[in-house]
């Protein structure tokens, strides 16, 4: 009996090594998602590798953490038991909270763009909103457009290209992305950023959903293309623009000859832009008494 009894705990012991080993190798053999390096105010940064369930942080600090996701209403989320530390991250930007009440360890943080350059961040306090952009972009806090009604402008904050993106294309140098409110909105929708009578669609991108609508004119060899992505359910009705003005290539001389331009690639500005809108936060605006 006593022989059966150590057999026994033998096997026993061997699963229990044999459960350990394979725990530790799946967990060490589990294949990232993603590893990529935010940087944040103060010089800090965050060496995200993202996983299926967690993410493994290095943070600037000397600290090293695998920190479990959990559920989020918008973007990703991750945290400890207690929520005492809390990683966000939501398209290109990413911020940590630690304690309680929560308090901001690492702000404003975000991945370089396609060119490797940081991105800027724009906050106003006003509008309840914070955007990153590339730093050769133009801001203007004084944006307007009037193009839907000209006695009541749609304010804003509009970001021009540089002039090198257009230099030797046919891209106009204004073409921008505007991030504009509509306070008064019953509805936020698309269509009502648009003096066009265009009816939106409604698509989802990384956790948000958006109206949106397209117009598109023709006027003297010129082009005037627009997307507008309103964010459904935001107050004040907020949405971003992109506004693409271009001449027809074919107005141009042939290439070879005097004056010739290349056509600008319209896939990669759209997607330039679709890098800054997805950096777009939109808080509670404060009223001013």
């Not at 509805?187 to 066009?196: Q, V």
Request: glycine content about 8%; aromatic content about 8%; charged content about 15%.
């Amino acid at each position: 009996m006593n022989r059966t009894f150590t057999i026994i705990v033998i096997i026993i012991g061997i699963l229990i090594i044999a459960g350990g080993a394979w725990y530790v190798f799946s967990q060490k053999s589990e294949t990232p998602i993603s590893q990529v390096t935010f940087t944040c105010d103060a010089g800090k940064t965050i060496e995200a590798t993202v996983y299926k369930s967690k993410v493994s942080l290095v943070l600037s600090d000397g600290r090293k953490l695998d920190v479990p996701q959990v559920v989020s209403g918008s973007g990703a989320r991750y945290a400890n038991k207690d929520e005492s530390f809390v990683f966000w991250n939501k398209g290109n930007t990413a911020f940590i909270t630690e304690g309680a009440p929560a308090v901001q360890t690492f702000s404003n943080c975000v991945l370089p763009d396609a060119s490797g350059n940081v991105l800027q961040t724009y906050a106003s306090s006003t509008m309840g909103i914070s955007v990153q952009y590339p730093k050769d972009y133009t801001l203007n806090e004084g944006y307007t457009n009037d193009s839907v009604n000209p006695k009541k402008p749609i304010h804003g904050v509009s970001l021009t290209i540089p002039g090198t993106m257009a230099t030797g294309t046919n891209l106009s140098a204004d073409t921008r992305i505007s991030v504009e409110q509509l306070p008064n909105a019953k509805i936020c929708s698309g269509d009502i950023f648009l003096a066009a009578n265009v009816k939106a669609q409604k698509i989802t991108e990384n956790g948000t959903d958006y109206s949106v609508a397209t117009s598109s004119e023709a006027a003297a060899g010129n082009r005037y293309e627009e997307s507008v992505y309103a964010i459904v359910g935001s107050k004040p009705c907020t949405a971003v623009r992109y506004f693409v003005h271009y001449g027809a290539i074919e107005n141009y001389p042939k290439a070879g000859e005097s004056g010739a331009v290349t056509e600008f690639d319209k896939n990669a500005l759209v997607s330039a832009f679709d890098t800054i809108r997805h950096t777009l936060v939109v808080t509670q605006p404060t009223v001013t008494p």
